[in-house]
């Protein structure tokens, strides 16, 4: 997972970058056609994609970790997990404007996360996300920018690597996540824009069991999910067709 870390920070550098520097990227730029001006009579169908990067929580999660690693209570604390850890996922998504001011967009996510304790090298906690995606947005459109808030609800269909010494076990789950979050589009030419985000989230995520049915449990008899809450920056491209 140490690439994923050079990713994150170009990810995170880059979007703070554009952030600053939205307005310079058309200043002084007469000759392209505007978003504002082609949507004035049209409505946009659009299509996103990119890469982003998370920052959440696994209560239950690492409650299971404290209990499985051995002598975990003796690490140091730089050793033991944070409440909050890092996350990278890969999106796309299809958005139809239903009316000036709203828009529909579906969107999938691939979302990647793993725990480890390097004072613990013979364990491994990697779990991924399918994420099918509603999201409603209300458009606030400027000449060569639109931004856009956004509420959603997706379908999250979770699947756990546990891995111990040699072996290893997979645990699947399913639930619902709630997203909010907001996405600018800077146009960089007459279709094309570049895509920034931010977004919380929060997931609501059954009990996770093994392929015969086995429920992931501690020795108190607490089971175990992926429910996490949380935030992410997203960095892609749109493309517009009016």
């Known amino acids: 997972m140490k690439k994923f870390r050079y990713i994150k920070f170009f990810l995170i550098c880059f979007v703070i970058y554009i952030s600053f520097n939205i307005n310079s990227l058309y200043a002084g730029d007469t000759t392209r056609v505007s978003l504002m001006s082609q949507n004035k009579n049209h409505l946009f169908t659009s299509l996103s994609f990119g890469m982003g990067v998370g920052y959440s929580n696994n209560p239950s999660l690492k409650k299971y970790i404290q209990y499985i690693i051995p002598d975990y209570s003796s690490l140091s604390p730089s050793d033991q997990l944070s ?21 529909l967009k579906a969107e999938y996510s691939y979302f990647i996360k793993s725990y480890n304790v390097s004072a613990r090298p013979n364990f491994d906690f990697t779990y991924r996300n399918h994420q099918p995606y509603l999201i409603t947005n209300y458009i606030i459109p400027y000449e060569y920018f639109y ?40 146009q960089v030419s007459k279709s094309v824009a570049v895509y920034l985000s931010g977004f919380i989230i929060n997931t609501i995520m059954q009990d996770l069991k093994d392929k015969s049915g086995l429920e992931l449990i501690t020795s108190s008899n607490d089971k175990i999910n992926l429910s996490s809450f949380g935030a992410g920056l997203r960095l892609g491209v749109e493309i517009y067709f009016f």
């Open 83 to 103: 409440d909050f850890s890092s996350s990278l996922e890969f999106f796309a998504g299809v958005e139809k404007q239903v009316s000036k001011k709203f828009s």
């Open 147 to 186: 931004i856009k808030l956004g509420a959603g609800v997706g379908y999250i269909i979770s699947d756990l690597t546990v891995k111990q010494y040699v072996g290893e076990i997979d645990y699947t789950s399913t639930g619902v996540g709630l997203k909010l979050e907001s996405v600018v589009n800077a």
